[in-house]
């Protein structure tokens, strides 16, 4: 017995260099395993993708790559070196993009920020991405020049609750402080984050946006941005249908009508009550099959409500206002892959069997989240025999499982066998990173295509310099 397979999408680079099975070896005898691997060219590809939706804006535009996705250094110099922004959220990420060579006014810090990220953002010069009032006066305290900042709204019609922003009912405090400090801060325009693949909340946002636009501009104030924000999505699976048909057996499985796929009583999020399936299952945004730039060009071309059918683009054009966004894990889409091997195959129970991995579920999914693309078990040619397998984490921890679902290999694999976890560069390989058991963190290694041959380096030694092809 074995489920369907979800297999991997991957980028051509990627595919390459998993082809070439003396080169992985390689990489995982230089610097051992785990192993993560980031590809500059694939981030400077996404970068070329979204540029070409977005040189269409009339308005002009600004990408801020979120750093947050991923602690790469090399990623981080090679937006640099793309002339792209960025949006960093911590001290050690504003240490990071200051030494990949950004200029402090290409640098934005956004998220919740304490008063040391505060005093780091105002003595390094850069603009700041006011998360509420507080912050907003605390800047004003502080500042021994004019801060430039954006306001990040929150609180739309149109969207749920969040943490983040500024509350509409807050926003007319915002403006008397902006009036206030006129000397110190220098409202460059407001902005959102949203992390949803719905285009109509992101166009109702715009449209929320622009009231307060015109709010400030009652004020006196002169902003020129509108910053909306990252969320863009990603496309994990070269298959969707093959990912339904794994999302129907799992669901099978758990009515018990069929084998059960899932480890133990893992239902991910799914509630198995009167013989049916409910809820949403907490696999990440796996299913997604629309592309980043398609989710662009889609939100451009979006008639915004209340403006005789002119496209959002049109509008900011309309009101002189220039589009700011903060694509983080679209920047990142296919261009970050783990490398583990396999240490054992072992039997547990009545024909279960576990693939046992020198890596733990915190290498490539943050906890909560089931990775549910296939990882690809690089074994030597052999006889195919599929079969149905959980792969088990190096953590003496029962819930220690790099997949808490069965996963289709080809066949068995040996000691020393890549299993390599696709697509991890987005949050996976660093969201919850931990050192748990004393096991040191995973090395980065960046990847580059050159001539024919694949060069490895460490990640802070890369230097970036042709990636935009
Ligand atoms: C995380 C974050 C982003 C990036 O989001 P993605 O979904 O990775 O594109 C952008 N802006 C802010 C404020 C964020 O917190």
Not at 36 to 55: I, S, W, Y
Not at 225 to 246: E, K, N, S
Request: proline fraction near 6%; charged fraction near 20%.
């Amino acid at each position: 017995m074995s489920p369907p397979a979800v297999p991997a999408a991957l980028h051509p680079l990627v595919a390459a260099f998993l082809d070439d099975r003396v080169a992985v070896r390689a990489a995982l005898r230089r610097f051992g395993s785990p192993l993560h691997l980031v590809f500059p060219q694939v981030f400077a590809d996404n970068l070329t993708a979204l540029r070409t939706v977005l040189d269409g804006v009339p308005g002009g535009y600004r990408i801020c790559y979120a750093h947050k996705v991923n602690r790469s250094a090399a990623l981080a110099a090679t937006a640099a070196h793309a002339g792209i922004g960025i949006d960093v959220a911590s001290a050690q990420e504003l240490r990071s993009a200051l030494t990949a060579g950004f200029g402090s006014d290409r640098i934005e810090v956004t998220g919740p920020k304490g008063a040391a990220l505060l005093r780091a953002a105002l003595a390094a010069g850069v603009t700041i991405n006011v998360d509420n009032l507080w912050e907003l006066s605390t800047i004003a305290e502080m500042a021994e020049t004019t801060v430039p900042v954006l306001l990040r709204l929150s609180g739309f019609a149109a969207s749920a609750p969040s943490r983040f922003g500024i509350d509409h009912t807050e926003v007319e405090r915002a403006f008397e402080l902006l009036t206030r400090h006129r000397d110190r801060l220098r409202l460059l325009g407001v902005a959102f984050h949203l992390d949803t693949a719905a285009t109509q909340e992101r166009v109702a946002a715009v449209g929320d946006c622009l009231t307060v636009l015109e709010r400030a501009y009652a004020h006196g104030l002169t902003p020129t941005v509108l910053d909306i924000g990252g969320g863009l999505r990603q496309v994990f699976t070269a298959d969707a249908a093959a990912y339904d048909a794994y999302d129907q057996a799992l669901r099978v499985g758990l009515l018990g009508r069929g084998p059960a796929v899932h480890w133990g009583l893992n239902s991910f999020g799914y509630q198995v009550t009167d013989g049916t399936v409910h809820g949403r299952a907490v696999f990440h945004k796996y299913a997604n099959t629309e592309s980043a730039p398609t989710m662009l060009g889609e939100l451009l071309a979006a008639p915004l409500p209340g403006h005789g059918g002119r496209t959002v683009s049109a509008v900011l054009a309309d009101n002189l206002l220039q589009l700011w966004l903060e694509p983080g894990k679209a920047l990142v889409d296919h261009a970050g892959i783990t490398v583990t091997q396999v240490e054992f195959v072992k039997q547990v129970g009545s024909g279960t069997t576990l693939v046992h991995l020198n890596a733990s579920r915190d290498t490539v999914t943050a906890a909560d989240q089931e990775v549910l693309i296939d990882p690809l078990v690089l074994s030597e040619p052999g006889e195919s025999s599929p079969t149905g397998v959980y792969f088990a984490g190096h953590l003496c921890l029962e819930r220690d499982l790099l997949t808490q679902r069965q996963v289709r290999v080809d066949r068995l694999p040996d000691p020393g066998d890549p299993v390599v976890f696709a697509n991890t560069g987005a949050y996976h390989m660093d969201l919850s990173a931990a050192q748990a058991s004393m096991h040191p963190l995973p090395a980065r290694v960046a990847v580059r295509h050159r001539a024919g041959r694949f060069v490895l380096y460490p990640d802070t030694v890369y230097r970036p310099g042709d990636e935009v092809r």
